[in-house]
């Protein structure tokens, strides 16, 4: 079983950049997709990006140009590069691994804790 453990949230001005980790323990999830979906007070979770296993990515159209989800095998993480950062990308991100590399939360069935991004203008 796959746990994940996210990191590099925090506060950053309008047009700053942030990269966030999500590392793997207790399994590899090198066999899984994962995805980085994002919540806002008061709004649903939302997709934001994937990396299927075979490094197939997909972006959400409010981040494509600007956000890049990566992996590195070595060290068994995922990374969301985050840059030119606009108020309304603040939320609680969260990675996600599940079998189907889709775009929808029922797709994932392992989550990590969450990290808080907040942009101000």
């Known amino acids: 079983q796959v746990q994940l453990v996210e990191s590099g949230g925090g506060l950053v001005q309008a047009g700053g950049s942030l990269r966030l980790s999500c590392a793997a323990s207790g399994r590899t999830f090198s066999g899984y997709a994962v995805a980085w979906f994002r919540q806002a007070p008061g709004k649903e979770r939302e997709f934001v990006a994937r990396i299927r296993s075979g490094g197939s990515t997909y972006y959400a159209g409010s981040v494509k140009g600007r956000f890049t989800i990566s992996r590195d095998s070595a060290k068994n993480t995922v990374y969301l590069q985050m840059n030119s950062l606009k108020p309304e990308d603040t939320a609680v991100y969260y990675c996600?691994?599940?079998?189907?590399?889709?775009?929808?939360?029922?797709?994932?069935?392992?989550w990590g804790q969450g990290t808080q991004v907040t942009v101000s203008s």
């Open positions: 996600a691994a599940g079998g189907s590399g889709g775009n929808y939360v029922f797709e994932y069935s392992i």
